[in-house]
């Protein structure tokens, strides 16, 4: 079973930046993409970016040119830079993974919150 756990998570002002960290663990080589999903009280959880194991990325729109994910294969790690934060990404981080063999099997980190002060 793979695992996540994220840290880096905080409470910052608007127009600060935090770096997520989020480490896996276990048969890692059953992974594919990882990536950051976020999830706001009253809200549905949201994609925030991607990064496959060839290093592709995406971004949800609302982050684009102020986040930046990355990954380093060889320490089982993904990063999230997020610059220039703003209230509204005030929300609950979660780390996932996909398994590249199983259609749709994700794992889930715990989360890490991530509050943005005005």
């Known amino acids: 079973q793979v695992q996540l756990v994220e840290s880096g998570g905080g409470l910052v002002q608007a127009g600060g930046s935090l770096r997520l960290s989020c480490v896996a663990s276990?048969?890692?080589?059953?992974?594919?993409?990882m990536g950051w999903y976020r999830q706001a009280p009253g809200s549905q959880r949201e994609l925030v970016a991607s990064i496959s194991n060839g290093h592709a990325t995406s971004y949800t729109d609302s982050a684009k040119g102020r986040f930046t994910i990355s990954r380093d294969n060889n320490k089982n790690t993904i990063y999230l830079q997020m610059n220039s934060l703003k209230p509204e990404d005030t929300a609950v981080y979660y780390c996932?993974?996909?398994?590249?063999?199983?259609?749709?099997?994700?794992?889930w980190g715990q989360g890490t919150q991530v509050t943005v002060s005005s």
């Open positions: 276990g048969p890692t080589v059953i992974i594919n993409t």
């Open positions: 996932y993974a996909l398994d590249r063999f199983i259609s749709g099997r994700y794992y």
